[in-house]
């Protein structure tokens, strides 16, 4: 029997639906209530001798949704099959602050509070160090007991076409505006050249750029990142602002200034062309806001396969199963 498309997100969606059923805000009010200030704390302790953190710890927070769910798989230390090493997840971090909280949280209530839902916290309070919106996350996932490397190889990548792109979006039960948005979470953080080595030099057929690229950002892009230089070098995913959690990363998409493929090619697409556009009042006069939706888009990812009840536990430490 064939299924549609429409089909799979409706029941993508209803499986988002049950899975979901128990989370809450405020889920620790009553059973650990320093849950989130101490959260808070630790991550703000720490970005204040790395700047990058925020930007780290958003970033951890979309890698562990995106593959079993927000679950704290992406935490595990399992040896070489540890999700973590997956060449999907190369440059994610932030492991010692998650550490550091869930070590804080079990001297004060121990067995209480799940790594899956520090991540998540860490996350949003990367967003408001960041001075983007503050907004209030759902609690009560458990964490996860399943982390293989093989397991995130459907991870949205940044050389996928923007068809690939909303396909693995669709699959987990996101939609077209939410890749949009979530793309937009590049406003803040750093990429390493070694993932712009094709769009510079072997995009075209033969070789040559990405013509998508602006002529004026181009040298600029060639200098940071030369084609026999240090592939570890970074620069800033969003051109201008990237200490910043605004709505400029939208407009440098529009105008050519994308650094990485993947948001250049949301360009590429009518449907996430136009949502791009319509946070500057292309389509109509009234434009949406960035960071109401981003927030939408946040709390709707968070949501992504999370464990309830009986399908997951409260690990002593984040790295390890009980």
């Known amino acids: 029997m064939r299924i549609t498309a429409l089909a799979l997100i409706i029941l993508s969606e209803f499986l988002i639906g049950i899975s979901e059923a128990e989370l809450k805000v405020g889920f620790y009010s009553q059973v650990c209530p320093s849950a989130e200030s101490v959260v808070a704390d630790i991550v703000r302790n720490a970005a204040k001798s790395n700047p990058q953190l925020p930007a780290v710890l958003l970033r951890l927070h979309f890698h562990d949704c995106f593959v079993e769910g927000c679950d704290g798989s992406i935490l595990i230390d399992n040896g070489s099959t540890s999700e973590k090493t997956a060449p999907p997840h190369q440059g994610v971090g932030g492991f010692?602050?998650?550490?550091?909280?869930?070590?804080?949280?079990?001297?004060?209530?121990?067995?209480?509070?799940?790594?899956?839902?520090?991540?998540?916290?860490?996350?949003?309070?990367?967003?408001?160090?960041?001075?983007?919106?503050?907004?209030?996350?759902?609690?009560?996932?458990?964490?996860?007991?399943?982390?293989?490397?093989?397991?995130?190889?459907?991870?949205?990548?940044?050389?996928?076409?923007?068809?690939?792109?909303?396909?693995?979006?669709?699959?987990?039960?996101?939609?077209?505006?939410?890749?949009?948005?979530?793309?937009?979470?590049?406003?803040?953080?750093?990429?390493?050249?070694?993932?712009?080595?094709?769009?510079?030099?072997?995009?075209?057929?033969?070789?040559?750029?990405?013509?998508?690229?602006?002529?004026?950002?181009?040298?600029?892009?060639?200098?940071?990142?030369?084609?026999?230089?240090?592939?570890?070098?970074?620069?800033?995913?969003?051109?201008?602002?990237?200490?910043?959690?605004d709505i400029h990363i939208l407009q440098n998409i529009r105008n050519g200034f994308a650094v990485l493929q993947s948001d250049a090619a949301l360009m590429n697409d009518p449907t996430t062309r136009g949502i791009v556009d319509s946070y500057f009042g292309v389509l109509s006069p009234l434009t949406s806001s960035f960071e109401a939706d981003f927030v939408r888009s946040i709390v709707r990812m968070g949501r992504i396969g999370v464990k309830t009840g009986s399908n997951g536990n409260i690990r002593r430490v984040c790295n390890s199963f009980n």
């Open 96 to 245: 010692g602050v998650i550490e550091d909280a869930k070590a804080k949280l079990e001297n004060i209530c121990p067995g209480v509070v799940s790594c899956a839902d520090i991540v998540a916290m860490a996350a949003r309070d990367a967003v408001a160090l960041s001075h983007g919106p503050v907004y209030q996350v759902q609690t009560g996932r458990k964490d996860g007991f399943v982390s293989k490397d093989k397991l995130a190889e459907r991870m949205p990548d940044v050389n996928d076409s923007i068809q690939i792109l909303k396909q693995k979006f669709i699959a987990k039960g996101l939609n077209d505006r939410d890749l949009v948005i979530l793309s937009g979470a590049h406003t803040i953080g750093t990429t390493a050249c070694f993932f712009m080595q094709d769009r510079l030099y072997n995009f075209a057929s033969g070789g040559g750029p990405d013509p998508s690229i602006n002529p004026g950002f181009l040298p600029e892009l060639s200098t940071t990142c030369p084609k026999t230089g240090d592939i570890n070098a970074r620069l800033p995913m969003d051109h201008g602002s990237g200490d910043t959690f």
